[in-house]
């Protein structure tokens, strides 16, 4: 019973629907985070030139201001050209990194579209439990795990910064041009260094993240069955309703076998009943059929209801193994099934 309650089976794709619907999905933010930076900067490279033009004409724009009256439409001016100008010049990196921020969380689990987690949890507001969250151990080990990436990644950036700056000396005798250039691709070499350092932590992070989020989800071999009852049924039901069913139809058949011209019987294990009405059928047309104990009630019915007893074993055992209760009998069995029909017809005297 202990091995059933332990949490050892690998979660069902009901489990992780249903955790997805919850809002709960797999997120690494050190993942998101390094792609976002990642497109951020390669943006940043691209639209530099546009932003550095823009930048010009907004400090050319101030120093034409120079010896301006000062009055409230002017300021107005102003403020107006000067948002402006910041909006074109911040707005297109920040549009690409919060664009990137979605890319990089949809890339993790796909889209989610949940109102579960904005749902007012009362239990949420618990000082305790509160307390509990802000110094726990998870909490401890995070900020452990943050302060660790945060003194690697800068200390392999000081690293080549420090290796970088013992070539000052000869950079000093470069031209300003010659030196800028120098300074940008120092500084873009540190930054994509740093850059990889953190997407090795991010690789480590998801990869701990999915672990502990499918660990988290694990069942155990009860819960495994208890979805499996849920979603297909519980087989002692499934089995009950089967019965009930089966039950039914007896009853209907036995009510049909009153109507029958003949019931054509293997004299212990079969009973086949067969009507047919020329009016309604183009051939005769199985009404009951059963063998064993099934057999026997519908050789009582017959009985009780003047319908005749034909034993043929041959054509009962064919009939039944051959031909479903309310369908017709295939041609095959036409010429003895007709010979049966013209005794009990001549018999009847019709």
């Not at 985070?33 to 101030?62: C, D, N, W």
């Not at 010049?89 to 921020?101: K, Y």
């Not at 007012?120 to 998870?138: A, E, F, H, R, T």
């Not at 095959?332 to 001549?346: G, I, R």
């Amino acid at each position: 019973m202990a091995d059933d309650q332990e949490k050892t089976e690998e979660p069902t794709s009901k489990k992780i629907e249903d955790a997805r619907e919850e809002g709960n999905v797999p997120n690494s933010r050190d993942t998101s985070g390094v792609f976002t930076l990642f497109v951020s900067i390669l943006a940043l490279l691209l639209i530099f030139p546009f932003m550095q033009e823009r930048m010009f004409l907004l400090v050319k724009y101030l120093f034409s201001l120079q010896g301006m009256e000062i009055t409230r439409t002017n300021i107005i001016d102003i403020a107006f050209i000067i948002m402006r100008e910041f909006l074109l010049i911040v707005l297109p990196l920040a549009i690409v990194v919060a664009i990137s921020g979605i890319i990089g969380s949809l890339a993790q689990f796909g889209f989610v579209f949940t109102t579960k987690p904005l749902s007012p949890d009362l239990s949420k507001l618990d000082p305790i439990k509160g307390l509990g969250n802000l110094i726990s151990m998870k909490k401890l080990l995070e900020g452990v795990k943050i302060t660790f990436k945060a003194h690697i990644t800068l200390g392999v950036g000081f690293w080549f910064f420090f290796i970088f700056i013992q070539e000052l000396p000869t950079v000093a005798l470069f031209s300003l041009p010659d030196q800028l250039s120098w300074a940008v691709e120092k500084i873009l070499t540190i930054a994509l260094v740093m850059l990889l350092v953190l997407f090795v932590f991010a690789m480590i992070d998801l990869v701990i993240v999915r672990k502990q989020y499918f660990d988290k989800l694990k069942m155990s071999k009860q819960e495994v069955k208890d979805e499996m009852k849920n979603m297909e049924g519980d087989p002692h039901i499934k089995g009950k309703i089967r019965q009930i069913q089966m039950q039914a139809a007896q009853k209907r058949m036995m009510a049909s076998v009153p109507e029958a011209d003949v019931v054509i019987t293997n004299p212990t294990h079969y009973a086949v009943a067969i009507m047919y009405d020329e009016t309604k059928h183009r051939s005769p047309i199985v009404i009951a059929k059963g063998k064993d104990n099934i057999a026997v009630k519908i050789k009582e019915i017959a009985r009780e209801n003047g319908v005749h007893i034909v034993q043929n074993p041959p054509l009962a055992r064919a009939l039944f193994k051959e031909v479903d209760v309310d369908k017709p009998i295939p041609e095959t069995l036409f010429a003895t099934v007709a010979e049966v029909l013209a005794y009990v017809y001549k018999m009847n005297k019709r």
